[in-house]
């Protein structure tokens, strides 16, 4: 059998943020590279932001930051970035808008030190999904980013600012908590699995990908077999090539077990 790359997205897919990692998921993972095969985390979360401890689960490469990054054995092959001059041009229109955001990058993350305390970007937030040490205050002069995330204070405002802010990013909307990912142009997931497939020489009918929500839409339909958790937005369900359980249901265990991959 030849070796499969199987991609998975973190939050709603091997990540709860009440339960954690399912037993049954960490068991897969170790079953997969037992069979041979490559587990690949792929995530909107930038690097600085997927926790060491569920790297260290045993993936060999990394798709973050919404395909903006890719790492291969601790080998970075592509990493996408801006500094506070592209920075400087986008956070003064959110501001203006009350927009809530933070800024992230490889190595950090940045914030707005005069957020509310219990806002979305405040330092009580990020310091819930965060380690300190890789948490900075914005400072145009010394920041490196991949993407923005933001949280709206209305749809209203969302549809307002999505004409302009189309003529930087391409935008992942995430409307039912309205929150964009603000990612460059011409980026996304599919961009960052073809590069990694690419490098490992790694033909598309030998690639799997595990996702729920709409930033994993192109890698679902971008790869062999996309493979929407039970959980997943209506609009992944409708147009996942296959479906699993939800992520409480054993999902992934069951999905790959379902395609022979353990």
């Known amino acids: 059998m030849e070796n499969k790359i199987i991609f998975f997205d973190i939050d709603g897919t091997l990540y709860d943020h009440k339960t954690g990692v399912p037993n049954s998921t960490r068991e897969a993972i170790l079953q997969l590279i037992k069979n041979g095969h490559i587990p690949v985390i792929c995530t ?16 060999y490469g990394i798709v973050a930051g919404a395909g903006t990054y890719v790492e291969y054995k601790e080998e970075i092959i592509h990493n996408k970035v801006q500094d506070g001059t592209f920075a400087k041009k986008v ?37 819930k999904i965060m380690p300190k040490e890789k948490i900075k205050l914005i400072n145009y002069n010394d920041m490196i980013l991949n993407k923005i995330t933001a949280r709206f204070p209305d749809e209203e405002v969302m549809s307002k600012l999505a004409p302009e802010l189309k003529k930087i990013f391409s935008i992942i909307s995430h409307q039912a908590t309205n929150f964009m990912e603000l990612v460059p142009q011409g980026y ?75």
């Open 44 to 59: 909107g979360r930038t690097r600085a932001m997927i926790p060491d401890n569920l790297v260290n689960m045993g993936f």
């Open 91 to 127: 956070l003064p229109l959110l501001d203006e808008y009350d927009v809530k955001y933070i800024v992230e990058g490889p190595e950090y993350i940045y914030y707005n030190g005069t957020i509310a305390n219990d806002s979305y970007g405040s330092a009580e937030f990020i310091q």
């Open 188 to 262: 996304n997931k599919a961009t960052g699995i073809q590069r990694l497939t690419d490098y490992l020489h790694i033909g598309k009918q030998n690639t799997y990908a595990f996702g729920d929500s709409t930033n994993d839409l192109e890698m679902l339909e971008y790869v062999q077999y996309g493979i929407a958790m039970g959980n997943s937005y209506p609009e992944v369900l409708e147009m996942a090539k296959y479906q699993t359980k939800s992520i409480h249901e054993d999902g992934i265990y069951y999905g790959l077990k379902e395609f022979g991959l353990i």
